[in-house]
């Protein structure tokens, strides 16, 4: 039940019995809680990265990607070990090069996979990873407010392709009649 159809019921039940309030009110913040704690991906893609602090650094600035500083696992030396970074209501993770056989694709030689982004605005999203210094791999198709993707590479040779997120909305299953 929504919280707000819940204090509905409290506010009728409590009328009638005061007791019910003290009853009903654990019932009640814990589905507030649940409507508003952030909900993480299940599916968590993984990126083998050489030097992961340099990576962190540059997701941040040119793709305006952010750390979940939590979850960085760093060794006694120093050394960034793994660490996950969230755009929007995604979660990425970013690890050691080599780890579970996956490499990047500046270390095997070969692109194998790219990773699609969906961003508000395009074109503002582009000129701030140019900025940056991200290779651009494909221009942004369309022009001005109408540019609705483009691709580039980050440092290690990662394919990033960021679109227009009306272009992402999943479609809501149809059911046949």
């Given at each position: 039940m929504k919280p707000v159809d819940l204090a509905r019921k409290l506010r009728?039940?409590?009328a009638f019995k005061p007791a019910a309030l003290d009853r009903g009110k654990e019932t009640l913040m814990a589905a507030i809680q649940q409507e508003?704690?952030?909900?993480?991906?299940?599916?968590?893609?993984?990126?083998?990265?050489?030097?992961?602090r340099a990576a962190l650094s540059?997701?941040?600035?040119?793709?305006?990607?952010?750390?979940i500083r939590a979850t960085r696992l760093e060794g006694a030396d120093g050394v960034v070990h793994h660490a996950l970074v969230e755009f929007g209501d995604s979660v990425i993770g970013i690890g050691t090069q080599g780890a579970h056989g996956a490499v990047s694709p500046q270390?095997?030689?070969?692109?194998?996979?790219?990773l699609s982004v969906a961003v508000a605005d395009v074109a503002a999203?582009?000129?701030?990873?140019?900025?940056?210094?991200?290779?651009?791999?494909?221009?942004p198709r369309g022009h001005g407010a109408e540019a609705h993707a483009y691709e580039a590479f980050d440092p290690e040779g990662h394919r990033w392709r960021f679109v227009h997120q009306r272009l992402r909305e999943v479609p809501q299953e149809r059911t046949r009649a």
């Open positions: 009728r039940e409590a508003v704690e952030p909900r993480r991906p299940t599916v968590i893609p993984q990126l083998p990265y050489a030097d992961i540059f997701l941040e600035r040119a793709f305006g990607f952010r750390e270390r095997g030689g070969i692109e194998s996979q790219y999203h582009y000129q701030r990873a140019r900025a940056a210094g991200a290779r651009i791999a494909r221009e």
